[in-house]
């Protein structure tokens, strides 16, 4: 199989445009490729999912086990060609400054990836091949298997700068790309827009020329036989439908919010529901005027509620339907952007509050900086919707709001940052619903899955029974 992990020096090298151009150039060509992300991401996974026409998935060793990622990226391929996954940050950054340990790296060791390393080249010639042979003295041991220039301003730039590395390094060029404004991505406060906003009737045209414009530059600059030939093993397993533990059972319906202002899935997430006998039912709370019939809960991810904060607060009959849902028993799971939804209300940058849910007992208000970032192990303080009491999971936290007033909410998590080492109790725990701050990655303890589902199903019963 067709695979490699595309690395940079640092964040903001062009890691993202060139993975695109790799996935169009090999759809184009005919091969199934399934794409991946290095680390928590929800971004660059829809820009992925969007050219490659398959969900992209993430790999991350901080959050998950060598068994987990293995098994992430054994399912997600099996009926697939290729494999491109994009790293994440500078190829060897990670959780500390000692070791690989959560970085691209890593997971390209673990997994038997071949590393494409990209190098940024606006305002450098000759002094990029010190940079590469940086590279590849740094870890003898994961050798990089080809270097792809990016913001090269020409031919002429080109030649000196493959002057320069071949001279000197032995890791071979692969291909570059000039500057194009064409493929450039536009930035916000949490990274990348996403792929999935603006979308219109005719999105499918638009992908279609996206993928003719990052397909032909990679034909023109790249040196794609070469691609071609990186390759990885991965177990061909059969790809199981269903698990063991659904099997007849009644099948579950869980509200799951997708749309411009809730976005932020890792579809491993969805996938354990689903295995546990969970159908996923989308709604839009900025669009629909009613919640799909006979939930079982409500799942409210990630995004940019604040951008929407407006369609979202004047959307009363959803709000009373998200109410009316809480008061009669029904469960709610909320992260990040889900809790902005669900609190009193939202101050956005521009001064203006809008009310919101009022199920979790706080008022929010954005920030114009980060707030409590980065990598996070939970342990349930409580018995919650996702288990008992001193069950672990590890997530992450990123995000510019924060609660600036409050009342008394119970929480039900102990959060501890990787980096910091700072705690605090977080988890609003407001009869059936659950809000945090945090993603949680559910196949870094799949029993949370497993706990959420039997909630559910029990409930049922119980409701079944006093009817």
């Keep these: 199989m067709i695979g490699l ?70 399912s997600a391929s099996f009926d697939a060609d290729a494999v491109v996954v994009e790293g994440m940050m500078g190829l060897f950054d990670g959780k500390d400054g000692v070791t690989e340990t959560g970085s691209s790296a890593e997971i390209a060791r673990l997994l038997g990836l071949p590393v494409v390393l ?19 003295s740094f870890d003898a041991g994961l050798p990089l298997c080809g270097i792809i220039l990016n913001r090269v301003a020409g031919p002429s730039h080109y030649r000196l700068l493959e002057a320069a590395l071949e001279s000197r390094c032995r890791t071979p060029i692969l291909g570059w790309l000039p500057r194009e404004p064409r493929i450039a991505i536009a930035e ?38 070469a691609i071609l030939a990186l390759d990885i093993a991965v177990p061909r397993a059969n790809k199981v439908a269903e698990s063991t533990l659904a099997r007849g059972s009644q099948r579950l319906r869980i509200g799951v919010a997708r749309d411009r202002a809730f976005s932020f899935y890792y579809q491993d997430n969805l996938d354990l529901l689903r295995d546990q006998g969970a159908e996923i039912v989308p709604f839009s709370p900025s669009a629909d005027r009613e919640l799909p019939a006979a939930l079982d809960a409500l799942y409210f991810g990630g995004g940019y509620p604040e951008l929407y904060a407006r369609e979202l607060s004047e959307n009363t009959p959803m709000l009373d339907q998200v109410r009316a849902f809480v008061r009669s028993g029904g469960h709610v799971y ?79 998590y102990q959060v501890e940052f990787s980096l910091s080492g700072k705690q605090q109790q977080e988890g609003f725990t407001c009869g059936p619903v659950l809000a945090s701050y945090v993603h949680l990655h559910f196949r870094a303890n799949p029993a949370v899955a497993q706990h959420f589902a039997a909630t559910l199903r029990e409930a049922r019963r119980v409701a079944a029974v006093t009817a």
């Design 5 to 74: 992990l595309v690395g940079g020096t640092a964040s903001g090298v062009g890691k993202t445009t060139v993975t695109l151009a790799i996935l169009a150039c090999l759809r184009r060509r005919g091969f199934v490729v399934q794409p991946f992300k290095g680390g928590p991401d929800f971004l660059d996974t829809t820009h992925h999912s969007r050219i490659a026409g398959r969900t992209a998935r993430n790999l991350d060793t901080w959050m998950l086990s060598e068994q987990a990622n293995r098994e992430v990226l054994e």
């Design 118 to 136: 990209v190098v940024d080249c606006a305002k450098s010639a000759r002094s990029v091949a010190a940079v590469v042979l940086g590279f590849e």
């Design 188 to 225: 916000r406060h949490l990274g990348l827009h996403a792929a999935t906003e603006g979308n219109s009737p005719d999105d499918e045209v638009r992908v279609n020329e996206e993928i003719d414009t990052l397909a032909n530059l990679a034909e023109k600059y790249f040196k794609v036989d």
């Design 334 to 412: 909320a992260e990040c952007g889900g809790l902005l939804y669900l609190s009193q209300q939202l101050s956005t940058s521009d001064g203006r509050v809008y009310p919101l849910a009022g199920i979790v007992p706080l008022a929010m208000e954005m920030t114009s900086k980060l707030v409590d970032f980065g990598y996070v192990t939970i342990t349930f303080t409580k018995d919650c919707l996702l288990g008992p009491r001193g069950t672990s999971v590890r997530g992450h936290s990123f995000h510019y709001s924060r609660i600036c007033s409050s009342s008394d909410a119970a929480t039900s």
